[in-house]
């Protein structure tokens, strides 16, 4: 049973920067894709970022291009997010996820078979 654990999560001003990790187990994670997802308050889950464990091939949303760099670490099987020039807009709870690889497409979660509990992200203006 795959198991992920988001950390990292806080309180930050707008520009600053955050690094959630996402520490996975019980897989075996060159068959994934890992996945960091945001929901705010009355909005739905949105896609941020995705990584396929066995190239690195990376994907984007277009509101954080440039902004945030999704990474993994195959020693210590995490995925980790770094956001930096974080924006109010940015606020959200972040969870991380695990697709397989010849699953569904990366952006849309119900490709997503396991998920994290969340971490909360707060920027202040």
């Known amino acids: 049973q795959v198991q992920l654990v988001e950390s990292g999560g806080g309180l930050v001003q707008a520009g600053g920067s955050l690094r959630l990790s996402c520490a996975a187990s019980?897989?075996?994670?060159?068959?994934?894709?890992l996945g960091w997802f945001r929901q705010a308050p009355g909005k739905e889950r949105e896609f941020v970022a995705a990584?396929?464990?066995?190239?690195?091939?990376?994907y984007y949303t277009d509101s954080v291009k440039g902004r945030f760099a999704i990474s993994r670490d195959n020693a210590k099987n995490t995925v980790y997010l770094q956001m930096d020039s974080l924006k109010p807009e940015d606020t959200a709870i972040y969870y991380c996820?695990?697709?397989?690889?010849?699953?569904?497409?990366?952006?849309?979660?119900?490709?997503?078979?396991?998920w994290g509990q969340g971490t909360q992200v707060t920027v202040s203006s």
């Open positions: 996820a695990a697709k397989p690889i010849r699953g569904g497409p990366y952006y849309q979660s119900p490709s997503y078979d396991y």
């Open positions: 990584i396929r464990w066995n190239d690195g091939y990376t």
């Open positions: 019980g897989g075996t994670f060159s068959m994934y894709g």
